[in-house]
């Protein structure tokens, strides 16, 4: 069963292209990671998919609603927790949940029963009654996430869910978001959007790289690495500017380097490759003493696929927003 579906779904800005011409189906009861550089169009995918922005043109389907011409059982449909705080610090935390519970409708008889369940979900009870000003960063998100499930959504967007938080904190959203989904048994999915390469990875059920508004690729995190697995290869050896000047134009081989006693070789596709190395360094009389194949990571994955890295400048751009944020409050 499919809980998202878009059709050429395309957003432009003037001349920019933010979203373009994007097909996705999402499957109902996953955890789906967007993942991809500054600027790449996922949020602009979100507020489409969330009736906040119109397309230029496509459509696309959430909970089996058309987001142009159902866009009202759209919104009654979904939560979304989004990357400026919109939680009232002047209220507390049972208050914010109210005003929400009225915003959505939520049936005047069921308003405390919903916000005792939320709070408890995501172990918050206890402090429901203190000043949101008082709670940590980590508490908040954890508000908001209670706030975007309190009209029983079946789908929750979270644009980045852990953004600024403390490691500890966002392994802790994390194990938030894999109960809920799982106590719900498959009624909940959820759509977050991430530059975090461990969220992906170890949050995730599926990921989908987006660059420049399209899709470059698909996958379980687990299936991403695999395919990339073996792709880099090092092999020491006393003189290895030798057995590489033998690879450099294998065809299988798009990058070799060298520095004192370390080969390093960059495959297409490894297959036997290892091997077919072997064999060229023993008929050349190279005695390779120890090979080491590097394990893929999300970080490889993303680079092989976008040709960028996550830079460090990045993450500490979005936490510096978001503190920045929070103080303007
Ligand atoms: N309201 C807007 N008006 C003009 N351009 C916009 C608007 N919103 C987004 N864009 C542009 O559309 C492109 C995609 O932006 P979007 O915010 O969707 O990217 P993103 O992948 O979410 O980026 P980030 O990770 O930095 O949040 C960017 O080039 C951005 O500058």
């Excluded at 998202?4 to 373009?20: D, E, R, W």
């Excluded at 959505?104 to 916000?115: F, L, Q, S, T, W």
């Excluded at 719900?184 to 599926?206: I, N, P, Q, R």
């Excluded at 008929?283 to 394990?295: L, P, Q, R, V």
Aim: with cysteine.
């Amino acid at each position: 069963m499919v809980a998202i579906q878009t059709y050429n779904l395309t957003k432009q800005f003037g001349t920019l292209t933010a979203v373009n011409s994007l097909n996705l189906a999402i499957h109902k009861g996953t955890i789906f990671g967007l993942l991809g550089p500054n600027g790449a169009g996922k949020s602009t995918l979100l507020s489409m998919l969330c009736t906040i922005l119109n397309p230029t043109s496509g459509t696309a389907t959430v909970n089996g609603y058309d987001i142009l011409t159902e866009s009202e059982k759209v919104r009654q449909s979904i939560g979304i927790v989004f990357q400026s705080i919109s939680i009232d610090d002047r209220l507390t935390g049972r208050e914010n949940l109210k005003f929400h519970a009225m915003l959505y409708n939520v049936p005047e008889d069921k308003i405390a029963g919903r916000i005792d369940e939320v709070l408890a979900l995501l172990e918050l009870s206890d402090r429901a009654d203190d000043l949101v000003r008082t709670y940590s960063g980590g508490m908040i998100r954890r508000l908001e996430m209670a706030r975007g499930l309190l009209h029983h959504p079946h789908i929750l967007f979270l644009d980045e869910p852990t953004i600024g938080l403390d490691p500890q904190t966002r392994e802790h959203i994390w194990s938030y978001i894999q109960e809920l989904t799982r106590k719900k048994k498959g009624d909940l999915t959820v759509l977050l959007t991430t530059h975090y390469m461990d969220e992906a990875d170890l949050l995730c059920d599926e990921v989908a790289i987006i660059d420049k508004g399209q899709i470059i690729v698909r996958d379980t995190p687990g299936n991403l690495k695999q395919d990339l697995q073996g792709e880099k290869i090092s092999f020491n050896m006393k003189s290895p500017e030798i057995l590489a000047s033998l690879l450099s134009d294998n065809p299988r081989i798009c990058k070799v380097s060298t520095e004192s006693g370390l080969l390093e070789v960059q495959v297409i596709h490894n297959g036997n490759i290892v091997q077919e190395i072997f064999d060229i360094a023993r008929e050349a009389g190279i005695e390779i003493d120890h090979i080491s194949i590097h394990e893929s990571s999300m970080h490889d994955v993303f680079l092989h696929y976008t040709g960028k890295e996550i830079r460090k400048e990045e993450d500490d751009n979005f936490t510096s927003q978001y503190r920045k944020s929070r103080r303007r409050r």
